[in-house]
């Protein structure tokens, strides 16, 4: 009985030992971060990362810049939208008026 105990024990850890390898590779291999033993993440020190952190942080930015206009623009047609009918109207009208007089 001892024997069967004591070899479940080390089966469980090989397992489990086995297992952390393979989760371990497969972040390396798609390019998640590795974590310590309280889940922080740990960040390789080599070049080629830091070449990548810096072209993402320059992807990050110009993004935020695309988000901003994007957010003016979204501004503009929603006043535009919610500008009352007449006023809209009113604005057309002048426009026609001063290409005929043109």
Do not use: C
Not at 59 to 69: P, T, V
Not at 78 to 99: A, F, K, N, P
């Amino acid at each position: 009985m001892e024997f069967l105990t004591e070899t479940a024990i080390i089966s469980g850890v090989a397992i489990m030992a086995t297992g952390w390898v393979v989760t371990t590779w497969m972040r390396i291999k798609n390019g998640y971060p590795l974590e310590n033993s309280w889940g922080k993440a740990v960040y390789p020190k080599n070049d080629q990362a830091v070449e990548r952190v810096k072209l993402l942080t320059q992807e990050n930015a110009e993004l935020r810049a695309e988000l901003g206009s994007l957010k003016d623009r979204l501004g503009n047609v929603e006043r535009i939208v919610t500008d009352s009918g007449y006023q809209l109207t009113h604005e057309i009208d002048r426009l026609r008026e001063r290409e005929e007089v043109n």
